[in-house]
T-cell receptor, first 118, second 114 residues
Framework: AQSVAQPEDQVNVAEGNPLTVKCTYS??????LFWYVQYPNRGLQFLLK??????LVKGSYGFEAEFNKSQTSFHLKKPSALVSDSALYFC????????????????FGTGTKLQVIP | DTAVSQTPKYLVTQMGNDKSIKCEQN?????MYWYKQDSKKFLKIMFS???????INETVPNRFSPKSPDKAHLNLHINSLELGDSAVYFC?????????????FGPGTRLTVL
């Protein structure tokens, strides 16, 4: 089975400081990795994805993520945090899953709450 | 302009009742999903349909029955509601034939079973 782990339930960072939200993954083949953000009382919004190519992926709202194959990690980063970045962040992996007949199934991590302190 | 819409947004009901949640997407996508998010914010896939055909059916009680009248709609009917069904249910869609990478989520339906 393929999975992702987000080791931190919550990350606190001061406004203007760099932020990192951690994610590690486990897959049998090549990983397709994603980050989504969920603002309070809203659905999830896609931030960025890694499929292949450059290990540093840039996404929406100034976020980026670094794919590290040797460490099986895909950490989300931003150089300077904003209070408006406070939200719940989900890492996800695409799972082709034999039991699903090859159809895409995305497995989400447990989420990390980011709190940016003014 | 709404890409993925769900109705109702809030649903409060008594244990044992039957209820439905509706989902519609106007993105022209061919694949739709239902997810359940529990009180700890853990997100779990329940079902997925591709062109009205069920392709993913996770371990979900038989009381939950999805129905897709066309590829733009995926409804979720729940029979004999239980306390443990209280959660936020999200609908999502993607275009599988284009790689199906990015999923678009609806705003969610908060179900409270009393």
């Amino acid at each position: 089975a393929q999975s992702v782990a987000q080791p931190e339930d919550q990350v606190n960072v001061a406004e203007g400081n760099p932020l990192t939200v951690k994610c590690t993954y486990s897959v049998s083949g090549n990983p397709y990795l994603f980050w989504y953000v969920q603002y309070p009382n809203r659905g999830l919004q896609f931030l960025l994805k890694y499929i292949t190519g450059d290990n540093l992926v840039k996404g929406s709202y100034g976020f980026e993520a670094e794919f590290n194959k040797s460490q099986t990690s895909f950490h989300l980063k931003k150089p300077s945090a904003l209070v408006s970045d406070s939200a719940l962040y989900f890492c996800a992996v695409r799972d082709l899953g034999a039991l699903s007949g090859g159809y895409q199934k995305v497995t989400f991590g447990t989420g990390t709450k980011l709190q940016v302190i003014p | 302009d709404t890409a993925v819409s769900q109705t109702p947004k809030y649903l409060v009901t008594q244990m044992g009742n039957d209820k439905s949640i509706k989902c519609e997407q106007n993105l022209g996508h061919d694949t739709m999903y239902w997810y359940k998010q529990d009180s700890k914010k853990f997100l779990k896939i329940m079902f997925s349909y591709n062109n009205k055909e069920l392709i993913i059916n996770e371990t979900v009680p038989n009381r939950f029955s999805p129905k897709s009248p066309d590829k733009a709609h995926l409804n979720l009917h729940i029979n004999s509601l239980e306390l443990g069904d209280s959660a936020v249910y999200f609908c999502a869609s993607t275009q599988r034939t284009s790689g199906g990478i990015e999923q678009f989520f609806g705003p969610g339906t908060r179900l409270t079973v009393l």
